[in-house]
Each structure stands twice: as structure tokens, then as C-alpha cells.
């Protein structure tokens, strides 16, 4: 009785032989369940053949068998077997390297999502001709998913980089464009507001934001050129005067604003000087209320920028109704000079 086996590490087919007065009931059953993944010691005698599994015939000289075709049978098995482990010992070392490639890569790339398609592709064709068993095919899947895994991350922390980036460009080109639109009710900024607008269009334009969202920062640029061409066709008494009125209004609804910041930051003060118990100085607080201090002071400075906006627009009106009256006094005495 002969007991065969394959031995992969080595690429050696061994044969252990067993005389046919020693095979019994018991060996036969032991052996039996050995060939169906039992473990089984094999006996050390001399009847023990290493054949190099690559050999024209894995059979010594000096045996013979009855059924030569079950030999053959599992001969073209483990040279199919052999094979394939070759085979995906490459394959292993190409996806191990890709891998690596894959996790030192700081940012997504569609290069590497492709390379690890065809990775996959390539290795399920593999399983499909038979050259890769099941089982190395699904450990090659598993770090296929492993890569995928990796790639699908780097692609949403990519975007999430790309929306922040995006954001703090929208808010800085939006911030400009509402810089201008504040500035078109002083007519001496009106020059440097078409400047500006034409410097911010070509910011725009280079900006690495999606073109709908330029879309929105354009249209709201030919907002501003809308009004800033009303507010020159417009220049005239009358529309100083409304000027004037809408100067006034904003006033009073910022010193209504700055009152209830003040009301609030030393309503803050008081809770504070509570909490604190008296213990903490004004400079302490400066940290905590600097927040309302700003505003408080932003909106001094703008109250304090519109009085004097008011008071020469005011001059400008008063000007303007001296010229036309002095204008119609030479008129008058003209006539009466006729």
C-alpha cells in the first residue's frame, strides 16, 4: 500500500510504502481517514521516497502500481497546485507593494482606484482560467477590500479638505464683494469700488471653487455694478437728501444696536463681579467680554463715519441750494437789467 502526498514548501511528492503483511483493517481505516485530512505518524523505515515533484514521473523506477491513472490524476493536480501557489506568491508580493504605495499616498487619486480595479480584475481572471484557486483568490480579495478601504477614506477626508478650502475662499471673496456694496453710499469710494469689483471678478475667475458657486459670486458682482451705475445716474440733490434720510435711519437703528450691547455688556459685568465675587479686575474680564467690547466699537466707528458722511452731504445739499439761488438771482436781475 502506498501513501502519497505533496509536499509544497519543498516541491517534493513523498511516497511512504507499507508491505502488504503489515496493512490491516486498522491501518487501512487510519489511512482512510488521513486522505480525508485525519492526522496520521508515519513510521520511519526505509520504504520513504522524495521525488521532486517537477519529474516526468513522480513514481520511483522500482514501483509499479495497478492503477497508473490515478498517479497520473494527481500528478497533473499538484503540478496545477504548484502552479498556482508560484502564481499567487506574485500576485501576493503586487498587491502587498501596491498597498504599501497606497497608504504613503497623502491624497486620494483616481490612478490608484483604477490600478486597484485592474489589480482585481486581473486576479478574478486568474480564478476564472484556473491558474489561482478559491481559496488564494479570496485572500487576494481580501487586500483588494483592505486597499478599497484605504482609498474610500483618503476620498472623503479629500473632500472634506476640498469643502473646507472652498468655504473659507467663498467667505473671503464674499466678504470683499460685501466690503464694496457697503461702501457704494460715499461717492468718493465709487472709483475705487469699480476697481475693486474688477479685481474680484478675476479672483473669481482663478478661484478653485465649482462654477455654480462662481455663478452666485458673479451674479452678485453685477448686483453691485447695477447699483453703483444707479447711484451715479442719481447724483443730485434730491437723491442726496434720501441719501441723508437713509444715512439717518441706519444711524438710529445701529445706536438702538449699540445701546443694547452696552445694556449687555454690563449686564455681563454684573454677573461676573457676582460670580467672581469681586475678586477679578476689569483687565480679567477683557478676555471674556472682548467679544461686545469689539462690536461695541465697530459700531462707534461706523456711527462716527456715517455723522460725517451726513454732515458733508449735508454741506454738499447746502451748496448745491446756494448755487441754484445765487444762479436764479443773476437770472432775476438779468431780466431786469432787459
Same mark, same amino acid.
Given at each position: 500500500?502506498?501513501?502519497?502526498?505533496?509536499?509544497?514548501?519543498?516541491?517534493?511528492?513523498?511516497?511512504?510504502?507499507? /508491505?502488504?503483511?503489515?496493512?490491516?483493517?486498522?491501518?487501512?481505516?487510519?489511512?482512510?481517514?488521513?486522505?480525508?485530512?485525519? /492526522?496520521?505518524?508515519? #513510521?520511519? *523505515?526505509?520504504?520513504?521516497?522524495?521525488?521532486?515533484?517537477?519529474?516526468?514521473?513522480?513514481? #520511483?523506477?522500482?514501483?509499479?502500481?495497478?492503477? #497508473?491513472?490515478?498517479?497520473?490524476?494527481?500528478?497533473?493536480?499538484?503540478?496545477?497546485?504548484?502552479?498556482?501557489?508560484?502564481?499567487?506568491?506574485?500576485?501576493?508580493?503586487?498587491?502587498?507593494?501596491?498597498?504599501?504605495?497606497?497608504?504613503?499616498?497623502?491624497?486620494?487619486?483616481?490612478?490608484?482606484?483604477?490600478?486597484?480595479?485592474?489589480?482585481?480584475?486581473?486576479?478574478?481572471?486568474?480564478?476564472?482560467?484556473?491558474?489561482?484557486?478559491?481559496?488564494?483568490?479570496?485572500?487576494?480579495?481580501?487586500?483588494?477590500?483592505?486597499?478599497?478601504?484605504?482609498?474610500?477614506?483618503?476620498?472623503?477626508?479629500?473632500?472634506?479638505?476640498?469643502?473646507?478650502?472652498?468655504?473659507?475662499?467663498?467667505? $473671503?471673496?464674499?466678504?470683499?464683494?460685501?466690503?464694496?456694496?457697503? *461702501?457704494?453710499?460715499? #461717492?468718493?469710494?465709487? /472709483?475705487?469700488?469699480?476697481?475693486?469689483?474688477?479685481?474680484?471678478?478675476?479672483?473669481?475667475?482663478?478661484? /478653485?471653487?465649482?462654477?455654480?458657486?462662481?455663478?452666485?459670486?458673479?451674479?452678485?458682482?453685477?448686483?453691485?455694478?447695477?447699483?453703483?451705475?444707479?447711484?451715479?445716474? $442719481?447724483?443730485?440733490?434730491?437723491?442726496?437728501?434720501?441719501?441723508?434720510?437713509?444715512?439717518?435711519?441706519?444711524?438710529?437703528?445701529?445706536?438702538?444696536?449699540?445701546?443694547?450691547?452696552?445694556?449687555?455688556?454690563?449686564?455681563?459685568?454684573?454677573?461676573?463681579?457676582?460670580?467672581?465675587?469681586?475678586?477679578?479686575? *476689569?483687565?480679567?474680564?477683557?478676555?471674556?467680554?472682548?467679544?461686545?467690547?469689539?462690536?461695541?466699537?465697530?459700531?462707534?466707528?461706523?456711527?462716527?463715519?456715517?455723522?460725517?458722511?451726513?454732515?458733508?452731504?449735508?454741506?454738499?445739499?447746502?451748496?448745491?441750494?446756494?448755487?441754484?439761488?445765487?444762479?436764479?438771482?443773476?437770472?432775476?436781475?438779468?431780466?431786469?437789467? *432787459?
Amino acid at each position: 500500500m502506498l501513501a502519497i502526498y505533496l509536499n509544497e514548501d519543498d516541491k517534493q511528492v513523498v511516497i511512504h510504502a507499507f /508491505p502488504k503483511e503489515q496493512v490491516d483493517k486498522t491501518l487501512q481505516d487510519q489511512l482512510f481517514a488521513w486522505k480525508n485530512g485525519a /492526522p496520521f505518524d508515519f #513510521p520511519e *523505515n526505509e520504504l520513504i521516497w522524495h521525488v521532486d515533484a517537477n519529474s516526468e514521473s513522480i513514481l #520511483p523506477r522500482e514501483i509499479r502500481v495497478d492503477k #497508473p491513472e490515478f498517479i497520473q490524476r494527481a500528478q497533473n493536480s499538484w503540478s496545477k497546485l504548484l502552479m498556482s501557489t508560484r502564481l499567487f506568491k506574485v500576485c501576493k508580493e503586487e498587491v502587498v507593494l501596491h498597498k504599501t504605495l497606497v497608504e504613503s499616498t497623502r491624497e486620494y487619486s483616481e490612478d490608484l482606484w483604477k490600478k486597484t480595479q485592474d489589480l482585481w480584475k486581473k486576479y478574478s481572471g486568474y480564478l476564472k482560467e484556473h491558474e489561482l484557486t478559491w481559496e488564494q483568490t479570496e485572500l487576494l480579495k481580501a487586500e483588494i477590500n483592505e486597499i478599497f478601504d484605504i482609498l474610500k477614506a483618503k476620498k472623503r477626508l479629500s473632500a472634506e479638505k476640498e469643502k473646507e478650502e472652498s468655504h473659507k475662499v467663498l467667505s $473671503t471673496l464674499d466678504k470683499k464683494i460685501e466690503e464694496l456694496k457697503a *461702501n457704494l453710499i460715499y #461717492p468718493e469710494e465709487w /472709483p475705487k469700488i469699480h476697481e475693486g469689483l474688477r479685481t474680484v471678478q478675476a479672483d473669481i475667475k482663478a478661484a /478653485p471653487i465649482r462654477w455654480e458657486q462662481k455663478k452666485k459670486l458673479f451674479d452678485r458682482i453685477n448686483e453691485v455694478y447695477d447699483a453703483l451705475r444707479s447711484y451715479k445716474k $442719481t447724483q443730485d440733490v434730491t437723491h442726496l437728501k434720501d441719501r441723508i434720510d437713509k444715512l439717518k435711519k441706519i444711524l438710529h437703528g445701529i445706536e438702538q444696536t449699540i445701546e443694547k450691547d452696552r445694556e449687555s455688556l454690563s449686564s455681563q459685568q454684573e454677573k461676573l463681579a457676582h460670580y467672581t465675587r469681586g475678586k477679578s479686575t *476689569n483687565t480679567d474680564w477683557g478676555g471674556l467680554l472682548k467679544v461686545i467690547e469689539n462690536r461695541i466699537q465697530e459700531k462707534e466707528a461706523k456711527i462716527a463715519d456715517i455723522k460725517k458722511t451726513i454732515e458733508q452731504l449735508t454741506k454738499k445739499v447746502a451748496a448745491s441750494k446756494k448755487n441754484k439761488e445765487e444762479n436764479n438771482s443773476e437770472e432775476v436781475v438779468n431780466q431786469e437789467t *432787459n
